[in-house]
């Protein structure tokens, strides 16, 4: 079994950084994609980002690119989501995923086989 465990979320001012971060374990994960979701309030989950673990390609919602980086730690089975120029409109609750092999990047949250519990982001303006 896989668990994920998201942290690193909580309370920012407009403008400024938090990183997420979400820690894998129970198998190897390295023919996997993660990716993090986010459900903003009264709406569905949506696709934020994602990284093909062995090769490191990533892929973005075309909104959000130029401002969130996906990031991995191999050593630490770690994926990270660095959030820069923080809005209110991001506020959400944030989840890491992992689908597991084959490692095909999908922005479809119903093909991802393994969840978070969520971690809650709130920006301030």
């Known amino acids: 079994q896989v668990q994920l465990v998201e942290s690193g979320g909580g309370l920012a001012q407009a403008g400024g950084s938090l990183t997420l971060s979400c820690a894998a374990s129970?198998?190897?994960?390295?023919?996997?994609?993660v990716g993090w979701f986010r459900r903003l309030p009264g709406k569905e989950r949506e696709f934020v980002a994602a990284i093909r673990w062995r090769t490191g390609t990533t892929h973005y919602t075309d909104s959000l690119k130029g401002r969130f980086t996906i990031s991995r730690d191999n050593a630490k089975n770690t994926v990270y989501l660095q959030m820069n120029s923080l809005k209110s409109d991001d506020t959400a609750v944030y989840y890491c995923?992992?689908?597991?092999?084959?490692?095909?990047?999908?922005?479809?949250?119903?093909?991802?086989?393994?969840w978070g519990q969520g971690t809650q982001v709130t920006v301030s303006s």
């Open positions: 995923a992992m689908k597991d092999p084959p490692p095909v990047i999908y922005d479809n949250p119903r093909l991802y086989d393994h």
């Open positions: 129970g198998r190897t994960v390295s023919n996997s994609v």
